[in-house]
């Protein structure tokens, strides 16, 4: 089955389905369900797929807030302070992250789009940007391949950036205990499972400084001393190495999840 397979499988139990993120995504899953394109996020139970779903229901919820804001502060009129500084008020409270110089707050639509819920707000009550208050399923993108790591490295999602390699880079979980090397397409290339259970007194302070050599010779296409980094670190134990040897380990790079 391979050294992913048996960190998975040996994992010392760990607080992910209790956590923040966990809670998130069970209270506001349903925000997803009239909506074809999300349908295998309606039933996430791994931790990464629960990161991936939580981005698009913070997506969407932002979408909604923004919507909001604008018709409210239409409402109000010359109340108050000016559209701008109201709008930048209700932003200051969302999800966001920049690409080039442009804000994302919507991930479910491309950079063209998402102008209108960073600025041109305006354009929300008009054609043909109209569709994009109800019936906007079709415009839709898949905001993990078309903005790659990006989506990951925001508050979109609590991941801790560990190493960024060219377009791909590796995260920290520290709810779910694990390491996750994304590719340039958003996708994960690997999940590394930490503290086994037959790992003696597991430390899990300075984690970011231990990973870091982790993740450089995953990125170097080096099993030797991805094994070596995570011994040393005691991010695993060495009975586990070897218990998974015994069954045929893979070449981390080379293997999934």
Same mark, same amino acid.
């Given at each position: ?14 607080? @992910? ?13 349903? %925000? ?64 966001? @992250? ?10 479910? @639509? ?9 600025? &041109? ?15 906007? &399923? ?43 090397? %994304? ?30 050599? %982790?993740? &450089?010779? @995953? ?39």
């Amino acid at each position: 089955m391979g050294l992913y397979h048996e960190l998975a499988l040996h994992q010392r139990k760990t607080a @992910f389905y209790n956590s923040a993120e966990a809670l998130f995504y069970r209270a506001n899953a349903g %925000v997803m369900a009239n909506f074809d394109c999300f349908a295998r996020y309606l039933k996430a139970g791994d931790p990464f797929d629960i990161v991936r779903a939580n981005v698009i229901i913070r997506s969407l919820l932002s979408k909604r807030a923004i919507e909001r804001a604008y018709r409210e502060k239409l409402r109000l009129g010359r109340k108050g302070i000016s559209m701008e500084e109201f709008m930048r008020e209700r932003l200051s409270e969302l999800p966001s @992250f920049t690409i080039g110089d442009k804000k994302i707050y919507v991930p479910l @639509f491309p950079s063209s789009l998402n102008s209108l819920y960073a600025k &041109e707000w305006a354009k929300l009550t008009i054609s043909p940007y109209l569709s994009l208050l109800k019936d906007f &399923e079709p415009l839709i993108i898949d905001p993990f391949d078309y903005y790659g790591i990006g989506v990951y490295d925001s508050n979109f999602t609590r991941l801790v950036p560990v190493l960024r390699a060219g377009k791909e880079a590796a995260f920290y979980d520290y709810d779910a205990e694990r390491l996750y090397f %994304v590719n340039g397409q958003g996708r994960l290339e690997a999940s590394l499972a930490l503290f086994d259970e037959y790992l003696d007194f597991p430390q899990k302070t300075h984690m970011i400084q231990r990973l870091r050599p %982790v993740a &450089e010779a @995953f990125f170097a296409f080096d099993e030797e001393k991805t094994l070596s980094a995570l011994l040393d670190n005691r991010l695993i134990s060495g009975r586990l190495i070897h218990k998974a040897a015994h069954k045929g380990v893979s070449e981390p790079r080379g293997e999934k999840r």
